[in-house]
């Protein structure tokens, strides 16, 4: 098998998009890498690169991440019923008898 070489750019561009995402694994499909290779190369990028202080995550920010995550559950569950009611629709109210 052939051994793949990236560009530094390249990987410059992955690891800084993977702390921009919240999801790495749809990031690595995007780009089509292994998830496995971005987390190696964040490691990497660590050790050569003095880490920049972390700023203060507001509480606003963590709010909107959880509500969104909470409205992506309810769109979900209203899609699945939509979809109930258009199956029990369909029988027209007739009963099924067994």
Known sequence: ??????SPKLKEQAVRLSYQRENIKELADELGLEVQRIYKWRKAAKTTISPKPE?????DTLEVKRLRKALREKELELEILKKAVHI??????KSMDL
């Open 1 to 6: 098998m052939k051994k793949r070489y990236y």
């Open 55 to 59: 700023k203060a995550i507001p509480d």
């Open 88 to 93: 029990f629709s369909k029988s027209d109210g």
